[in-house]
């Protein structure tokens, strides 16, 4: 049982006293919300014991069955005021899901083997289809880990790719690939019993609603089945990008208006499961020919591949792709099993950025966990006329070292503090690569950097040098988005 932030502020601030100004001070000051809640509990009188496992446990039901949100915030203060410090730092965490304890999960799951006598494999195994390591626990404990299985309407986590920067590093990992396009949409899974259709996002939220024409187009293959794909923006055969598809989400349902403007289709690129028989285990290439077989004749689409065994072959799919409107390119090893929630080296993902720019770091904010206490997320700029138009935010691609530089940079120079961050003068260039430029509304300059990192810090670079929103709006053209953020090319 997860609350928000909103929710945790108002239940410390009933149970010590302290205004949500205060606890804001303190979170932003230490840079984790349990951490401030134990300070904050810590100036009130200890309570002569606290919250059991048991009474947590209650809370977790309590908090589930509450009718309203006042109900809740009352009933996690009185748990928080039964809690000396330590617990209620960790009762924070817990209810906010970020304990950061900097365990992994595949450690979870080797104690799990080692506390209750089990084959590790077989742990991983049934934690890869259960997708909960507390079932899979429970299991392990009652030595009961072969009922675990792939179950329709249990959607399991998917397998992931590791992403390469140059055609050259597949080779080197394996001599022959099927290389397939990487889509511009959201990865989903589909789960059908024939004719009952649910759709499931790639955090394992049922989304089912939002796109009914993907649901329709499944159930017509009136078999039971579990596939992995990708939902895209597409009118006939023209794909319409990302930034049109982001209006379907996060809707509850999808209304003739937003059908009508931004149809959305199903690709499909591997089964899971079919007539009630899990696939996991068996290689890609027979999934692929299982898969071909179930949808042949249907609306579906099915993804397509083409065998790579050179540089040249995979420079040539990968610009080809591109040109299709797609991201990129997805290498995957024909022998390989689907392994749930793993990234390993059997998928690749090949995405090159579409270009770099030099920019200027206009506002810095604090992070968390590792990085709290630490200017680590940094907004930058690009030059518009005499001013500067900020076009994104960046937090990756720094090294630890640097990091303290621009805070103790930072925090001597800020010319404003807000409640996070501080407002910097323009000095500090970095370069910047990512995959993509869609227009913004939010931004001053129109426009936003899709994943975008920072490739290296230019200090040897004066501002008056930096990139200008012409330039980012010569780059948004090449990519081939129109001005409705639909693909020209």
Same mark, same amino acid.
């Given at each position: 049982m997860?609350?928000?932030?909103a929710l ?9 006293? &302290?205004?949500?100004e205060?606890?804001?001070?303190t979170?932003?000051?230490? /840079?984790? !919300?349990g951490? #401030? ?5 810590? =100036?009130?009188p200890?309570?002569p014991s606290?919250?059991?496992l048991l009474?947590a446990?209650?809370?977790c039901?309590?908090? !589930?069955?509450a009718?309203?949100? $006042?109900?809740r915030?009352?009933?996690l203060?009185h748990?928080l005021? &039964?809690?000396r410090?330590?617990a209620?730092? %960790?009762? $924070?965490k817990?209810?906010g899901?970020g304990?950061r304890?900097?365990?992994q999960e595949?450690?979870? *799951?080797?104690?799990l083997? *080692?506390?209750f006598?089990?084959d590790?494999?077989g =742990? ?13 626990? #429970?299991?392990?404990r009652a030595?009961?880990?072969?009922e675990?299985t792939?179950?329709l309407?249990r ?11 140059a055609a050259? *590093?597949?080779l080197?990992?394996g ?6 396009d ?11 019993? !024939?004719?009952?259709v ?7 939220d ?15 293959? /009136? ?13 006939g ?15 509850k349902?999808a209304?003739?208006?937003?059908l009508?403007?931004v149809?959305?289709?199903?690709v ?11 696939l996991?285990?068996?290689?890609? #290439? ?5 898969l #071909? ?6 609306r ?5 591949t ?8 995979v420079?040539a799919?990968?610009?080809a792709a591109?040109a299709r ?7 995957k090893?024909?022998a390989?099993p %689907?392994?749930?929630?793993r990234?390993?080296?059997?998928w690749?993902?090949?995405k090159?950025p579409?270009a ?5 770091i206009?506002?810095?904010e %604090?992070g ?11 907004t930058?700029a ?9 076009v994104?935010k $960046?937090?990756?691609?720094v090294?630890?070292? *640097?990091?303290?530089f621009l805070?103790?940079t930072?925090?001597?120079?800020a010319?404003r503090?807000?409640?996070?961050g501080?407002?910097v003068p ?12 869609q ?13 975008p990192r920072?490739?290296r810090?230019?200090?040897d ?5 930096i ?10 053209e ?7 953020g639909?693909?020209?090319a």
């Amino acid at each position: 049982m997860r609350v928000g932030g909103a929710l945790l502020r108002e239940a410390v601030a009933a149970a010590t006293g &302290a205004t949500p100004e205060a606890f804001a001070e303190t979170y932003v000051r230490l /840079g984790d !919300g349990g951490e #401030a809640v134990a300070e904050l509990m810590a =100036v009130r009188p200890e309570p002569p014991s606290s919250l059991t496992l048991l009474e947590a446990r209650r809370l977790c039901e309590s908090l !589930g069955k509450a009718a309203t949100i $006042a109900e809740r915030r009352d009933t996690l203060a009185h748990a928080l005021a &039964a809690c000396r410090p330590p617990a209620a730092k %960790y009762l $924070a965490k817990i209810m906010g899901g970020g304990m950061r304890i900097g365990v992994q999960e595949s450690l979870v *799951e080797d104690a799990l083997a *080692e506390a209750f006598g089990c084959d590790a494999e077989g =742990v991983r195994w049934a934690n890869m289809l259960l997708g909960d390591v507390g079932h899979t626990a #429970a299991l392990a404990r009652a030595k009961r880990l072969h009922e675990a299985t792939l179950t329709l309407f249990r959607p399991v986590k998917f397998m992931l790719a590791t992403a390469i920067d140059a055609a050259d *590093e597949a080779l080197v990992i394996g001599p022959e690939w099927e290389a397939e396009d990487k889509y511009d949409g959201i990865r989903a899974q589909v789960h059908c019993d !024939g004719r009952d259709v649910r759709i499931y996002s790639r955090t394992l939220d049922e989304i089912t609603s939002q796109f009914p024409e993907v649901a329709t187009a499944f159930g017509e293959t /009136g078999r039971p089945l579990v596939c992995d794909g990708e939902i895209l923006a597409q009118a006939g055969d023209r794909q319409l990008g990302f930034a049109k598809l982001s209006k379907r989400l996060g809707r509850k349902q999808a209304d003739e208006d937003i059908l009508r403007e931004v149809p959305a289709a199903f690709v499909a690129f591997d089964l899971l499961a079919l007539d009630g028989a899990p696939l996991l285990r068996e290689p890609l #290439a027979e999934r692929r020919g299982a898969l #071909a077989e179930v949808l042949a004749g249907s609306r579906t689409a099915i993804a397509r591949t083409q065998r790579v065994a050179d540089v040249p072959g995979v420079e040539a799919a990968f610009e080809a792709a591109v040109a299709r409107g797609n991201e990129g390119l997805v290498l995957k090893s024909a022998a390989s099993p %689907y392994q749930p929630g793993r990234r390993g080296q059997a998928w690749l993902k090949l995405k090159r950025p579409l270009a770099t720019l030099d920019v200027v770091i206009v506002a810095a904010e %604090y992070g968390h966990g590792k990085r709290r206490g630490l200017l680590s997320d940094y907004t930058f700029a690009v030059r518009a006329g005499e001013g500067l138009a900020p076009v994104g935010k $960046a937090y990756s691609g720094v090294t630890d070292a *640097e990091i303290a530089f621009l805070t103790e940079t930072f925090l001597k120079s800020a010319v404003r503090r807000f409640r996070g961050g501080v407002i910097v003068p323009p000095m500090i260039v970095i370069e910047v690569a990512f995959n993509g430029i869609q227009r913004s509304p939010r931004h001053p300059s129109g426009f936003a950097l899709r994943f975008p990192r920072i490739k290296r810090l230019r200090l040897d670079k004066p501002v008056a040098e930096i990139d200008t929103v012409e330039r980012v709006g010569e780059l948004w053209e090449r990519q081939g988005v129109g001005e409705r953020g639909q693909r020209t090319a």
